[in-house]
């Protein structure tokens, strides 16, 4: 009797204790949990910095047209050898090949015509001399027979200065035409062969093109929106295509006053030597060139959102406190240069402005939600 009266006293008790227990847990604070954004989204705070810009352009390898020769024959007549290739080197007065004309011939009998007429011109005015000494002839007609003498010499310099451009001696009886370089330099293309007719006036097509490539130039590309960014004298770092481990230093030479039709840019010329003529004509290059030092913000390249031409940002404008989550705002910004990793804001963003720089587009996703 007395452990039935335990009992019914025990389990008022327990359910007491139990209820005690629960209102306890019901006061307790809930742990804060952590929502998957604040997870994610992670912020900076940007200050301006102060970089240079770099512009890098495509460029090409020429040679100095004031120091290449295209090859054209002064007279017509038919190839009859050529001992040169593109790539060698020839030097000033080389004879590179012959021509055979029959227009040598025709030089050549001037150059005898004019020598008999000067000959007989001559015999004439000393003749002329001995009577005017005798008052036989007159001041006058001695004075039409020097002039004449005179006419016939220069007609004979004529003569002869035609024989020497065309590489003949006045003894020469051939018809057959050297050809010679002009210049000392690299053969860069060769445009005819043995048998091919050339004429020396409506030929379009050269024998041979010759350059002298000790010094180079590199051209680049410089589109007009971005001549106000460098100017002649700045100094540019030049990689070529075919040697990935050469960098090259220039000047800036000159920049074109007048834009190419064809590819609507800038020339931008960059003078170099070139020892061991390692840079061939037509060669691809690129030039950097290191602009002027600016102030920018620079932000990650995670944190910028485009949409189609436009970009912007996710700036904080409350932060996170306690249960409150942080708050966002969209804002439009200019980008200057981009990078791999970071790009430059030009417009939009203020100095201790918190950027969001990773999870920028979950919170766009929650917006379009």
């Not at 604040?38 to 495509?58: D, Y």
Request: charged letters at 20%.
């Amino acid at each position: 009797m007395k452990r039935q009266t335990l009992s019914l006293f025990a389990a008022p008790v327990a359910a007491l204790v139990m209820l005690s227990v629960a209102a306890c847990r019901r006061d307790e604070t809930p742990p804060q949990t952590v929502t998957p954004k604040e997870q994610v989204v992670e912020t900076a705070t940007v200050h301006p910095q102060q970089v240079a810009s770099q512009l890098v352009l495509p460029a090409r390898i020429t040679a100095n047209p004031t120091q290449m020769v295209h090859i054209y024959p002064l007279i017509s007549g038919r190839v009859l050898s050529l001992s040169i290739l593109p790539g060698q080197e020839v030097h000033k007065g080389q004879r590179i090949g012959t021509l055979q004309s029959s227009d040598a011939a025709q030089a050549r009998s001037d150059f005898e015509k004019a020598k008999i007429e000067t000959a007989r011109a001559d015999l004439q005015l000393n003749r002329a001399k001995e009577l005017l000494q005798h008052d036989v002839l007159a001041q006058r007609d001695y004075d039409d027979l020097k002039a004449l003498d005179d006419s016939d010499h220069s007609e004979l310099e004529r003569a002869r200065q035609a024989l020497h451009l065309l590489g003949f001696s006045e003894n020469d009886t051939s018809d057959v035409v050297p050809i010679l370089a002009p210049i000392s330099g690299v053969v860069l293309d060769v445009g005819t062969g043995p048998g091919e007719l050339q004429r020396s006036l409506d030929n379009a097509t050269a024998i041979a093109t010759i350059a002298d490539i000790d010094s180079i130039w590199i051209v680049g590309d410089l589109y007009p929106r971005d001549q106000g960014s460098i100017r002649a004298g700045d100094h540019t770092d030049i990689t070529v295509n075919g040697y990935p481990d050469l960098t090259l230093h220039g000047l800036i030479d000159n920049i074109s006053d007048s834009v190419d039709p064809v590819s609507m840019t800038l020339k931008v010329r960059v003078v170099l030597p070139n020892p061991g003529h390692r840079l061939k004509p037509q060669m691809y290059a690129n030039m950097a060139i290191a602009g002027r030092r600016h102030n920018v913000i620079i932000v990650p390249a995670a944190a910028v959102i485009q949409n189609g031409h436009d970009a912007f940002v996710y700036v904080q404008t409350v932060p996170a406190s306690g249960s409150t989550p942080a708050k966002y705002v969209q804002r439009a910004v200019t980008l200057g240069e981009t990078h791999a990793d970071n790009d430059e804001i030009i417009q939009g963003l203020n100095e201790g402005d918190i950027v969001v720089t990773a999870g920028a587009e979950l919170l766009r996703a929650e917006e379009a939600q």
